[in-house]
């Protein structure tokens, strides 16, 4: 996007702070659109997991091409 004058516009965006435990993410660009995301803490937790495959049906202790 250009002015009056022929000089090319350039936009950003930028996102006041948040607070409560919100953290804020910008993406995008002024040629693709931006998107602002506030997210509250991370949502990510571990876990540990057995994986069994039930093939008694099938005859084998373990499906093809895994151990």
């Known amino acids: 996007m250009y002015d009056s004058k022929g000089r090319m516009i350039d936009y950003s965006v930028t ?10 993410y910008v993406t995008g660009s002024m ?3 931006f998107d602002i ?5 991370e949502n990510k937790i571990s876990i540990t997991v057995t994986k069994e495959w039930d ?10 091409g895994s151990s």
Request: aromatic fraction near 4%; charge should be positive; proline fraction near 4%.
């Open 15 to 24: 996102e006041m702070p948040v607070t409560n435990g919100y953290t804020c």
């Open 31 to 33: 040629d693709k659109g």
């Open 37 to 41: 995301t506030n997210r509250k803490g």
């Open 55 to 64: 093939t008694a049906d099938q005859g084998k202790k373990t499906r093809s």
